[in-house]
């Protein structure tokens, strides 16, 4: 859905929208959409700005990914809401370096006619997702010995340690 600046001028844009799974890409995240996106909200002009955008609302998905530590399936509900904000592309000086504050960290920018909302909720449900993916806080991940997923099977390996650089220091601490 394309959120026109032109319409924004008029009227409030109102969304109420819901992306099957492959309409939004994520395949180069590695991740799969295990349920309909569905996201509701509302864009706006703001006024004596000079083209301020603010895009608000809320949405809900089930997200797949591999386990990082056990490659086994991990899945992520998420549910959140978004308050962002865009100023046109061409309010930044392009030839001179500028300092930012912090509120301005957390404006987005736009370029042409507005803003296409699959590329804000890609951008939001990327961001909300952990950075280490796992099935539980529990996973005990692949024996990094004979290979089996430690969460299935219990396994007898051991690793023996043949480098012990450290073994002077851990001695002092001991004694």
């Not at 009227?11 to 890409?25: L, W």
């Not at 930044?92 to 930012?100: H, L, M, R, S, T």
Request: charged fraction near 25%; charge should be negative.
């Amino acid at each position: 859905m394309f959120l026109s600046v032109k319409e924004m001028e008029q009227r409030k844009i109102r969304f109420d929208e819901t992306f099957d799974a492959g309409q939004i890409d994520f395949a180069g995240e590695n991740l799969v959409q295990g349920s309909p996106l569905h996201a509701a909200g509302v864009a706006e002009m703001l006024p004596h700005t000079g083209g301020e955008v603010r895009i608000k609302g809320r949405y809900t998905v089930e997200m797949a990914a591999d386990c990082d530590r056990c490659l086994g399936p991990a899945r992520f509900p998420l549910d959140a809401g978004f308050d962002l904000f865009y100023r046109p592309m061409s309010v930044i000086a392009k030839d001179e370096e500028v300092e930012i504050d912090e509120g301005e960290a957390e404006i987005g920018f736009y370029e042409g006619g507005g803003l296409e909302l699959e590329d804000i909720l890609r951008e939001q449900v990327l961001l909300a997702l952990p950075m280490q993916r796992v099935c539980s806080a529990v996973c005990q991940g692949i024996c990094p010995v004979c290979g089996q997923n430690r969460n299935e099977t219990a396994c007898a390996c051991t690793i023996e340690s043949g480098d012990d650089r450290w073994g002077a220091l851990r001695k002092l601490s001991t004694q």
